[in-house]
């Protein structure tokens, strides 16, 4: 009996994460694709103008260190997802906000995902023939 390709039975599900459409999402998760960037990225889209202060980050994402958030924060902002700006204040205020990049990239994450969850439904309600390979 001949085999049928898991590939050649989603077609576009299989597919949908080699196209040239996902290139800029995958490379967004190259960058963002660990724990704590994730959350940031999230917490700052969530927040008025996409920007907060240090602390309020600090508090809104349980279990971050501060040296952890530290990292992460230097890392998105290397990266060019975010940018940093001190207020010259005593004490000093420091505020981080998503860049056009950031929040594009955001975005554009989400769109793909609400289009990908539908073909993957629509995939999902088809009955799989008992001879592709699971």
């Given at each position: ?113 609400i289009g990908s969850a539908a073909v993957g439904a629509r995939a999902s ?10």
């Amino acid at each position: 009996m001949k085999q049928i390709s898991k590939d050649a039975v989603l077609g576009p599900v299989a597919l949908t994460c080699r196209s040239e459409e996902t290139e800029p999402l995958r490379e967004f998760l190259a960058r963002v694709g660990d724990k704590w960037s994730i959350l940031l990225v999230v917490t700052l889209s969530r927040k008025p103008n996409h920007r907060a202060r240090f602390s309020e980050l600090q508090k809104s994402i349980d279990g971050i260190s501060q040296r952890m958030l530290t990292t992460t924060l230097r890392q998105l902002e290397r990266d060019g997802l975010l940018s940093r700006e001190v207020f010259p204040e005593v004490p000093p205020r420091v505020e981080y906000e998503l860049t056009r990049l950031g929040s594009a990239s955001w975005s554009q994450c989400g769109t793909w995902s609400i289009g990908s969850a539908a073909v993957g439904a629509r995939a999902s309600k088809q009955e799989l023939p008992s001879t592709v390979e699971r």
